[in-house]
């Protein structure tokens, strides 16, 4: 094959990379799409993603569980929501289509100059790519906030516990508390309870103030409403404790969680003294809002910006949603975490965008543009919604102990960042190269941006003048017997 | 209310539902351990009731999956084998022999 065959290559088949899925559909083009998963449909889809039969044959791994399984309110859950089924049937539709390929499993290691697409197929072997189009859908990773024992096993990101659920039918824990901020805590909360399993407490860190907002949104947000008020009627009809700003103190337990402590919080990340409350449990599900992947943008050199409405570093895109490289195209939640609506219109606009280049897309692709143009405000619009409820609090690193651990591959503590901090280091990529966190296995993607924000505490900079961590292809993992063994670039 | 009886579900069980996933035994340390096809490694493990699947190079600590979505690289195990595989984007497959890092 070519290395030019391939007139696009999309990385992530997540809501943007079906958005995309939905307009080259049929249209005279090639397009290559790419995802690191097992399955395509991203996070949003996992359990209905395609092309990967369920075991058993007619096992629906929906999710959601089956009918005689629900309890509560739940029981009436299909009724209402079923916010993937149309974006299924769209995945379904488009990859059946003869000029799109799916690739799953393969990983994009890296982005070299004149598009070259560096990428390792699912059985390891590498080989790279030159389209003419790249759209990158690369999606999003949890938010963390570090507290006294957040380490131990059976702390689980709120992401990961949906995960499990939806993919492995597994309930995250015997008894979970679910702490946090954003809509996700009720989500899961309300998925846990209607699988089954027992939740100790919601926990969510800011205030009903900071949901005022929602009301206010144009258009208004019905479907979400539907779907946020499904899982506070399940959480109360169910009579587990929801409660407003509290935040976690501490995970306790020998070698796993066995006690969560937690606190009532004001405004500023401040907790309110007298107000602890320890709730048992075996699994802590905790997590606040996402943050853009922005390793394989950056190591593409496309520029990064950062937006003070989103409160977060993200891939700058012009309203085509072209970055700052030419041909290559950012869309979903890399340019700004907004959830599935956002990303699915900014799949689409980026693809028309592409499909207006190459000169296909039919008579209504303006019309078409226009339109995503305008949706594509509200979404951000939301998104600047859901960032104001996950912004990390102005003191939310002063009450926590230097032993607390920040880097988890490479055991750095919030001391050791402290005193480099102190020694003048001032960027995460700086802090870095001084004490090797975010040198370990995850290279920086969970405590990097824990160290941008501890680093704009402690210094009083503005975040926009601390740039994320540095990233540089290979932006995965790989083994280095199957670098050696690479076809070299034609 | 209705959270608290649990029906019919056995006390401790982390399966949801009636799974029709086929089962297959998979080795745990050397243990046999149960688990359903459609499974990641971290879902069979947590299920088999272990949390703890890794220990920090520096200080030891038990670690277990975090992110869930491959991303924190926290339950690297030894799968057939090969060190450093994530279990989260492991699917389970029969008779794969998995390590932990065991005290």
Redesign the interface.
Known sequence: MRADYFDVVVVGTGAAGVGAAYEFAGQKCRVLFLD???HTGG?LLRGYGLGKR???G??E?SGR??KD?E??LGRFAGLFTDPVKGRRKILADALGRPNITVMQGARVLGIYPERTVCIQAPRGGIFNLKPRFIILATGA??RFLPFKGW???????L???Q???K????????RTVVAGAGPMVFSLGGAI?R?????AAVLDSTGPSAKKEFFRQWPPQFSRLKEGALDMATLL????PVRQRRMVLEARGE??VEEVVTAGVDPSGRKVPGSEKTYSGDCLAVGRGFIPNLELPASAGAALTYRDDLGSWVVGVDEGLETSERGIFAAGETTGVGGGGKSLVEGRLAALSILRELGGGGASLEARRRSLVKKRAAELRFAAFLASLCRVPEAAFEELDNSV?VC????ITLGEIREMVAMGFHTPGQVKKACRSGM???QG??CGPMIQEIVGRLTGEAPDIIPPLGARPPVK?VRLDALAAMAPIP | ????G??K?E??D?????????RVVIKVNGRPLLA?????V???L??GGI???RR????G??????????????C?VTIDGEP?RRA??T?VKDRMEVETDES
């Open positions: 690191e998963n097992g996070q369920a075991p058993g007619k096992r791994r569980p089956r399984k309890k509560g990773r949890e380490t131990l096993p059976g702390v689980i990101s992401g990961g516990a995960i499990l659920m993919e492995s039918w597994i309930l995250p824990g015997r309870t699988n089954g399993g027992e939740v009809a169910s009579g587990i070698g796993r651990v988890r591959c490479e055991d370990g296995n995850c993607r969970t993992t | 209310m209705w959270n608290k649990k029906g579900k006390r401790g982390l399966r949801i539902g009636a799974t029709e996933g086929r359903r096809e459609g499974e990641t971290h879902g069979a947590l299920a949390r703890g699947l920090s190079r520096r200080l600590e038990e670690r277990g999956g975090l992110c869930g979505m491959g991303v924190c690289c926290e690297l450093d989260c984007m699917p």
